[in-house]
């Protein structure tokens, strides 16, 4: 079993739309979470970090449930420029070093 | 500000052959990795170095060698390439810390032939 694990879609909405993205992860002493985004050859870059309590910035909203070991990450109102592979990111380690071991990727393809 | 810089971008190589991917950061990070990126497999760690002098394996460390040569320089080495090693080759920092975000570089593509 990958120890992240995604849909690796393609998912495509339409602009305005509602997406949710989904990811577990196997390791329970797994330390924190993060949501990235790559663009087509380009490096990934933070998009956001996931907190137990859930968190929100802007139209994007992450939560995490340590105790199904699971990790979400909600779009509103879908724009063009979202379009993009995002991936669930977690760090196996904490402490004085971070080890983070990437998803595979959702690829999501917003039509106009 | 310069962020992750690794060279080359783009390299072919013939099986058999050793090449070196350079990679320096200037974030006073202490904390460098190798990933490497296939189609379907997403990154995955090649090898990692927590601290200046320190270097461990990640989930794919065979046919590669690093060396943390200080600070600010992390170094993937091919000994003898194989076209398995076809990929694309990201080279990160991040300061330790449960949520200290984690900086790529633009990427190394490499083909081996």
């Known amino acids: 079993r990958k120890e992240v694990e995604q849909d690796p879609g393609p998912f495509n909405v339409p602009e305005g739309a509602t997406v949710a993205f989904n990811c577990t992860y196997s390791n329970s002493a797994s330390q924190s979470f993060f949501w990235y985004r790559q663009d087509c050859r380009k490096e990934p870059k933070l998009l956001m970090s996931v907190y137990s309590s859930g968190n929100e910035d802007g139209r994007f909203t992450a939560q995490l449930n340590r105790a199904s070991q699971y990790i979400s990450l909600l779009i509103r109102d879908s724009k063009l420029s979202d379009s993009a592979t995002y991936l669930c990111v977690v760090n196996l380690l904490g402490g004085a070093t971070n080890k983070l071991i990437f998803g595979t990727g959702t690829l999501l393809a917003v039509q106009p | 500000n310069a962020g992750v810089t690794q060279t080359p971008k783009f390299q072919v190589l013939k099986t058999g052959q050793s090449m070196t991917l350079q990679c320096a950061q200037d974030?006073?990070?202490?904390?460098m990795y190798w990933y490497r990126q296939d189609p379907g497999m997403g990154l995955r760690l090649i090898y990692y170095s927590a601290s200046e002098g320190t270097t461990d394996k990640g989930e794919v460390p065979n046919g590669y060698n690093v060396s943390r040569l200080n600070k600010r320089e992390f170094s993937l080495r091919l000994e003898s390439a194989a076209p398995s090693q076809t990929s694309v080759y990201f080279c990160?920092?991040?300061?330790?810390?449960?949520?200290?975000?984690?900086?790529f570089g633009e990427g190394s593509w490499l083909t081996v032939v």
């Open positions: 990160a920092s991040s300061e330790p810390g449960r949520g200290n975000t984690i900086y």
């Open positions: 974030m006073n990070h202490n904390s």
